[in-house]
């Protein structure tokens, strides 16, 4: 854990997917950055992960049995926490290609747009105010284009995310 109460970890990654020191140094400055600039100073912590993980943390709290992206789980109200997300790397990789960037951009994009919904926001039913304030701190941040909008492009093609 940083000292500023928000922290990444780095849980089973397959080989071929690892993250260099250097991505790692990145993350976690990417995450202080949220931290101080979008919770307003509330921590909360990220595991980033393969997709059996993804899969069964997905099962277990939502009883959906599939790998997804990055799930969110808000903290108790009296935890001082937001809560915690799980991303997947194997699921970052494959967007990233489909969506023509580098896959640390692609964990970065995630790691907004769950630490957008620990804030409590919801695309589902917000009426487009999630979509704006990612849209927002996604050009803040110099990220490419946000999980709302690509979904929402892939939605008017007929295609399940």
Known sequence: ????????????????????????????????NL????????????????DEELRRLNREFLGRD?????LSFPGASDSGSLGDI?????????????????????????????VLHLTGMDHERDGGEMDRAERRWRAEFDLPSTL????SSLASKGVRS
């Open 86 to 114: 799980a991303i997947s790397s194997e699921r970052a990789k494959e967007q990233a290609l489909e969506f023509g960037h580098g896959r640390l951009d692609e964990i970065r994009v995630l790691i907004l747009h769950g």
């Open 66 to 70: 599939y790998p997804t992206d990055v």
């Open 1 to 32: 854990m940083s000292s500023d109460g928000s922290s990444v970890l780095f849980g089973a990654i397959p080989k071929d997917l690892d993250l260099s020191r250097a991505d790692k140094r990145v993350l976690r400055q990417f995450v202080r």
């Open 35 to 50: 931290r101080h600039r979008v919770t307003g100073g509330s921590a909360f912590t990220c595991l980033i992960t393969d």
């Open 148 to 151: 709302i909008a690509r979904a």
